[in-house]
């Protein structure tokens, strides 16, 4: 009964078909038919047009989307939990080519625009010190929870008015569409780029990078080139984001996941540090509880010394939710 | 009938059938019992213990293994069409954090100790001038020829004295091994880090970084995160590797490529340009003879304004090969 | 009366006559007799072999130091209102590559072994987190504060069973060495690396980066050609490192600027954020006292909304001095 | 008798006087008066709107200037015997963050449109292949040549027409200038940054960037303090400057230097590898004569085999340069 992490979860079978079928084409690069297909899929889906490319990582989304707003002397105000400060082993540092990320504390690992300001107003406009180029928020947060429109779109009015491009992390947009039960357009409001995530969400091995500005577009491939993430068989790429968006099964596997934490959040909402607001939970709990969790067969991360989490997944069990969910009910 | 290249080929059904299996597990990263395989396996194959880590491109793979070699004020000698110089958009520049490559003419896109020792000699020991730090070659090379073992031993022997690591760029290892009939061990010399390629030879998007060094291979762990190159289903590209050594496949695989590029070459001798040691073809022929050869619907890239260039793949279909040599005979 | 900084104080008269004699040599870069005797010279002052480095700013001292310590991929522990962190424009992310800075809270702007400690404990040993590299000090460092003999050694103890560099900043070393009336030796304990600094103690454009382990003084050479700080005429630079160690000039100049500065800290004790033990003082005072000290003609930084920084410099006007400690007094 | 080079010639004194004048000032960086005046001084040379900003050396003045016209993931096209290649250690490839350098043949180290456009064009409009994006001439070139004005606007206008940039390393335009008997406008033509190269010609350590289009001003400013270049007593630097404009000093010493190199161009014109338009010298001679003219007191460096190189400076005694143009005549 595995709740360690969405991020290695088995391929959902519409994507292994759609990869099957990829094989008939023999099209290099982004040359295929697919890889052709995405921009017109996506602008769709968001009502405005995009170019988008396929990278392999969430971390090569996001950092390759973030170089096409901030120069090397610039820096990304993000929050201090962000998976771009914590878990991309430096990553922006590498493909920013030492550009600073400016972190920035709040609650439930979500940025608000005072929070922004505090960081940056402080900054003089002189070149001793680092500016920002750009905002980078995490739709759902590191923290599980959910960015509003009206959230997103206080952040963008500030990135704008400051010149700040705005990027989104979207490891987990789809849980947060889904929770937030609106478009992907109003989900991800005025960002100038946005890192679409399927490989947490029933895909194998490829994420979206889309891209809002023509220009930015164009230095996004040479990028990909260049940081070798650019596939001779993209084509089996193409066909895992064409199969997510395909009857929107992008949202079908978040809503399952969501789904399933928020049977487990019923469970234990006295525990919870957070609103579950996508399919992450972060539970007070102590060693001992943790221990006997464990002891029935959960699979979990520790949360620093005191609390626990879990993650659900676009496969995860009915039966295996509803044990969690007794099982802390009973601690 | 299509012999524009081998890197899009379709994925070998073992292929398929090992990424099925490896669905099962749901370990992250490089934590899965396939990536667990990698070292022991290749360790074997070669004889002598590297570490294994899988890569989703060629270029990560060279630009990865460079980096453990090559600081960013060193410079990499190797082949002015090599494949680093000539077809990764910079990524060199880019992992290698500005170092240079040195570039050095031979014949077949070979280096040799006397060429290497041309363009390494005049450098002046002082910090006005890039000093070299390692040395790529490619087996086969980028025009389709092979080194044979006393050849990398001359390099390997040079690049030892000068203190300079030894890279090899294996995108076609197999091709090449294949054609000198030996062992891999034999086909790769005392190289201090390989790029396995196996994505030209039926894989669908894994390569093998072999890192003869235990020291790099640390540093080239860190760097594969730091690049967005550690996928969190990692198992899908080791067991495609595994795949790939299982009962030879690797083996199989190029000699097919290899016979079929040798049928066709037996029909054109007196118009290679290189003699052919793997699967690609650089054929002299007129920009007419070129018009007639595609007339008769056979896809290739023109090499230059006198000559073409033909590539086969593991699965080139006989009578294709066959009916190809006929037509260049027929010129 | 000038008490903005001592970064832009009048160059020494013993500087100017060193710098006139250099022009007699027409040696180019650090080929000339001047900078062929800097090793010898910081060896003995500092009782162990070192190489010493002219470079033109703090900035490049700092950075060309910490590139021999910390690879692309790793980390430099600082205190977070380190010179590095805070003012140098991002010249750490350029310089090191896209390395980071961990930064670290303190009292004084110092370290400790335990502040250390709490920043790199809870880093895991794995691919995903940036590892630390080096650690980097200030001495006196930015809040005017002296490392004690005991503090450095305790916090290289932990870098040395760490594995980690230690580099000390002396952009202010000649000051805290003064305050401390220890040798240069006792003020820069065990470390790898020392930025030397002059510019702010009578100095005109040259510090020197000690490098205590001859390995990195290569690495270091080439990296200061490559920055462009190579200079050709490094003669005038050498000549100046030499001007302020001879007849310890370097210590003459800081004890008449932290005598001036314990002047004006003895008219001011209960207004002292930090205590004074080199040349800066931060002073509690109103907008409004500020504005007072101001139309007196004095001139200093704010330092956020509550306090003031003064700096004296090695040619503070005794009477100046005297001046802002009576209205300093008399607020 | 030395001939060796101008890079390290002594300061003239009208320098000296000018940089002591500077002390009387102590404000930071290029806060001072005299920094501020470089703008108008040079727009006003140049007839036409530019920033001026002082750095140390010519290789910080070249690779900031280029960094502000490429991308990393660009390239910039110049001569393969250009100072940016062969004597800077590798330094654009560290301000460029990796960005490639596209060498080019041809006489005199100069470049024309034909060796510009046979190199660009058959780059591919393709991620694969790193695209050009500035192109980089040295007036007077490496090999002593200047550049005529009809031959710069051709350049210029290639280079407008496929959409990059043009800078000029002038380490020695004033040479150039000089020889062509024109004015810095003319000499320049319509480049976008030029590097104007003082310390070969009489001053210390102060080069001056100048860029002529605002926007590459504002990022030039920044990248120069990340890279460690801004000093804080940069009114020194400044001060060389405006002494270098002052009454034309910089034509003056440049004339000086030329007249020099023509006297001893005059005893040698059958030997005479490419036309003297500056001042330096590359003429044919044995290893045997070389060896009688450094037997005679002579200083100068060898140019490969069969050659050596003579360089003149402001400061070349008329006694000197006949003594060394009999010497060559009478060889």
Redo the contacts between chains.
Sequence with gaps: M?F??D?????HPLV?EAM?AA???????DG?GLSRELDARFSHLFGRDCAALW???????N?LALATMV???G?VVCHEEAHIE???????????????LLLVPGEGAKLTPETVRAAIDPIRDD?????PHAVSITQASEYGCAYRADEVAAIASLAKQRGLGLHMDGARFANATAFLDCSASQAAGAVDALSFGC??NGA??AEAILLFDPAAAD?A?????????????G??LAAQLLAMLEGDLWLHNARAANAAAQEIAGAAADRLMHPVEANELFVRCSAAEREALRQQGFGFYDWGADAARFVTAWNTRAEDAAALARALAGL
């Design positions: 595995q360690l992490s991020n290695a979860a088995a391929v292994w099957h094989d008939a084409s023999d099209a290099p690069y295929d990278v392999a990582t969430g971390t090569a989304a950092c120069q090397p002397h820096a914590m878990d991309e082993g430096g990553a922006p540092g590498f493909y920013l080519h030492g550009a600073k070149v001793h010190q680092v500016q490989i947490k194998m091995s230095v491939r040479y990028r990909r080139k260049r940081a070798g993430h650019l596939q001779s068989k084509r089996f």
